[in-house]
């Protein structure tokens, strides 16, 4: 029990880590598309028997929300690799290790922003299929 409640704390200290290492202001405002999402979900969830347009506007944000958060997640990543180009201007050249290092980094935050893409077209796809089922069934 004592060994799964310490790869349990692993797992989230590396998880916070990454976080951090993404770049905390994107990565923070990817998360909260993703938070924002998953209540516009629920929210579209709960209209499914609702008239269409409510439905079709709750599931038009939750893919608004979504695509928002993929296009912040590739600025931040972006704006990460011109400072990482920066400093290696300045530098005058660098350790390929370190170079490697920083590439992983900048693809953090496009990794977590397409992961919240993934869930949030997802969600909307499951949402027609329920609608479209209840449909053909009435």
């Known amino acids: 029990m004592t060994s799964i409640l310490v790869q349990k704390l692993v797992l989230s200290n590396v998880i916070i880590d990454r976080f951090q290492e993404g770049g905390l202001l994107g990565m923070t405002l990817v998360l909260i598309c993703l938070l924002l999402a ?3 979900a629920f929210k579209a969830f709960s209209n499914l028997h609702a008239d269409l347009a409510t439905f079709l506007k709750y599931k ?21 690799l011109i400072q990482a180009f920066d400093s290696l201007e300045a530098t005058g050249g660098g350790d390929p290790a370190i170079i490697a290092g920083g590439l992983k980094v900048t693809l953090l935050s496009p990794l977590f922003g397409l992961f919240v893409f993934v869930l949030g077209y997802s969600a909307t796809f499951v949402l027609s ?7 053909e069934e009435a």
């Open 60 to 80: 038009k944000l939750v893919n608004q929300v979504v695509l928002l958060g993929l296009v912040i997640s590739f600025l931040n990543s972006l704006l990460g």
């Open 38 to 40: 998953v209540v516009l």
């Open 129 to 135: 299929w329920m609608r479209r089922a209840e449909r």
